[in-house]
């Protein structure tokens, strides 16, 4: 009687130097192999993409946490009516702008959660989400608090996404952050503090105003 070693094809599975054509071969061999192979981040797009339909939903859950699965696939799966797959795609950063959309429409705190937490969802997504989840608006504005006059920040551009969605989520951008983020060396924060402005601490609020429009900081 032959014993499989299943630590060795599982860790075969996740190998950079294993084939393509190996790949399939072992996600054809069990699930469990199919779901390595899955969520492999170094697994082809081509493999990936021809586990798409496989029954096992555990493999198509990796699939659509996997930042290599293609686009077209993760678009694919935010009409799956399977709420897990769904929570899977929405905290992808690798789904598609106009899919994290349709998913906020979905109007589900866990989706939304995954949303708020994905690099790659929009500043309208976000601000369409704020509303429903006033946790996501204490979590936006712990970060700019964070961001303000004391905390250290020893990579400014790192912070970019999590500043713009603390802009998005925060009823009010503390004065210490937003004093901050003036001298922020991306274009981006800058312009995205424009269009924020109202939001920023009434009592600076003029002073950033001046500052930005001398700085020609339209949106």
């Known amino acids: 009687m032959t014993t ?3 630590t060795g094809l599982k860790r075969e599975a996740r190998r950079q130097d294993t084939s393509p054509e190996r790949r399939l071969e072992l996600a054809h061999f069990a699930p469990d192999l199919a779901r390595e192979v899955a969520r492999a981040q170094n697994t082809p797009t081509d493999v990936l993409a021809a586990l798409a339909q496989h029954p096992d939903l555990r493999v198509r859950l990796a699939l659509a946490s996997n ?6 696939l993760l678009a694919a799966f935010c009409r799956s009516s399977d709420m897990e797959l769904l929570v899977a795609v929405a905290g992808n950063k690798s789904t598609p702008p106009t899919e994290l959309e349709i998913l906020a429409q979905h109007r589900n705190a866990r989706i939304e959660d995954r949303l708020a937490s994905n690099p790659s969802t929009p500043l309208d997504v ?3 989400i704020a509303p429903r989840a006033g946790n996501l608006q204490f979590d ?8 303000g ?14 500043l713009i969605k603390g802009m ?3 009823e009010l951008i503390p004065a210490g952050a937003a004093r901050r983020l003036l001298d922020h ?9 424009h ?8 009592s600076i609020r003029a002073q950033i105003k001046q500052h930005l429009m001398q700085e020609g900081a339209h949106p």
């Open 140 to 147: 936006g504005l712990r970060i700019l608090v964070e961001y």
């Open 168 to 170: 998005a989520l925060s």
């Open 149 to 162: 006059d004391n905390a250290p920040c020893a990579n400014l551009d790192k912070t970019v996404p999590d």
């Open 4 to 6: 499989v070693d299943w």
């Open 195 to 202: 269009r924020h402005v109202d939001k920023v601490a009434t």
């Open 126 to 128: 976000l601000t369409i």
């Open 185 to 193: 060396p991306s274009p981006e924060i800058r312009q995205t503090l």
């Open 67 to 72: 930042p290599r699965t293609p686009p077209a």
